[in-house]
T-cell receptor
């Protein structure tokens, strides 16, 4: 159990376009989902925490209007990178937790390349 | 605050043991351990919730010293499949009552034949 999927696995887009990444918990209901960004050879940096039905909590320095998060149901959260630029190229990983404070299960990640 | 992991990297031969440490300047309520292989997402290893707790799965175990605000991950008789970067994550409360994980910078483990 505790399988999390992400779609797409990778995406290449032109500068200025928007990209949507989906995160789904396949076999459990996730009260909380998290979005991370990871640059090469670096640690996971939390971007935002998303609770179903409420507004996401963004980390300091993460632009809310650029990284739109929607947590519409207990099994689905989406991250939309708006007006993407080359510096947004990174590995985006979501995780899901049944209950706050307990284990997070990570999706396989989405590699975004902005040309 | 980001927990501190040590060492940053370690190279082993198959069958050797390793210890990875994770310490925090803040009080720890739980410690989560993950392993990430190159190009893949992190995989959950274990979570320690209570001071003094020790856990293990096959030849990987961990301990949690609440007083010392640190946790250690022990890899015994390492296998090639143990290679990867190990992250510890410490839970921090945030607005709204939920908790988030703050990850250390990682320890890169390489197991050679």
């Amino acid at each position: 159990g505790a399988v999390v999927s992400q779609h797409p696995s990778w995406v290449i887009c032109k500068s200025g376009t928007s990209v949507k990444i989906e995160c789904r918990s396949l076999d459990f209901q996730a009260t909380t989902m998290f979005w991370y960004r990871q640059f090469p050879k670096q640690s996971l940096m939390l971007m935002a925490t998303s609770n179903e039905g409420s507004k996401a909590t963004y980390e300091q320095g993460v632009e809310k209007d650029k990284f739109l998060i929607n947590h519409a149901s207990l099994t689905l959260s989406t991250l939309t990178v708006t007006s993407a630029h080359p510096e947004d190229s990174s590995f985006y990983i979501c995780s899901a937790s049944r209950t706050s404070g307990l284990s997070q299960y990570f999706g396989p990640g989405t590699r975004l390349t902005v040309l | 605050q980001q927990p501190v992991q040590s060492p940053q990297a370690v190279i082993l031969r198959e069958g050797e043991d390793a210890v990875i440490n994770c310490s925090s300047s803040k009080a720890l309520y739980s410690v989560h351990w993950y392993r990430q292989k190159h190009g893949e997402a992190p995989v959950f290893l274990m979570i320690l919730l209570k001071g003094g707790e020790q856990k293990g799965h096959e030849k990987i175990s961990a301990s949690f010293n609440e007083k010392k605000q640190q946790s250690s991950l022990y890899l015994t008789a390492s296998q090639l499949s143990y290679s990867g970067t190990y992250f510890c994550g410490t839970a921090q409360s945030q607005q709204g009552g939920s908790e988030k994980l703050v990850f250390g910078k990682g320890t890169k483990l390489t197991v050679n034949p």
